[in-house]
């Protein structure tokens, strides 16, 4: 059974930073392209960083420069590092890992909420 718990969540202010942690089990982590999406209240999820088994990483562009997405498949474990925060990247952060059309592979964990005072 696959089980993913994020956790490092937090209320930070604009300009601070936070560092989310994802421990995955249940899966062979090596292998799939891990992401980190997000879903602020009445809006989508959306895919916000992506990062192959070979460590090659994507960004959604209102992210690019700010956060920084890394693995270490001995510890099945995704990080999701957040600079320069803004109010709104306000969210709850889920981990997954992605299937074919960029969408979340397995069952959603319970997230772990960030909040940008402004």
């Known amino acids: 059974q696959v089980q993913l718990l994020e956790s490092g969540g937090g209320l930070v202010q604009a300009g601070g930073s936070l560092r989310l942690s994802c421990a995955a089990s249940?899966?062979?982590?090596?292998?799939?392209?891990m992401g980190w999406y997000r879903q602020a209240p009445g809006k989508q999820r959306e895919l916000v960083a992506q990062?192959?088994?070979?460590?090659?990483?994507n960004y959604l562009d209102s992210v690019k420069g700010r956060f920084t997405i890394s693995r270490d498949n001995a510890k099945n474990t995704v990080y999701l590092q957040m600079n320069s925060l803004k109010p709104e990247d306000t969210a709850v952060y889920y981990c997954?890992?992605?299937?074919?059309?960029?969408?979340?592979?397995?069952?959603w964990g319970q997230g772990t909420q960030v909040t940008v005072s402004s």
């Open positions: 997954n890992a992605l299937n074919a059309y960029g969408n979340g592979r397995y069952p």
């Open positions: 249940g899966i062979i982590f090596s292998i799939p392209t």
């Open positions: 990062i192959t088994s070979g460590g090659i990483t």
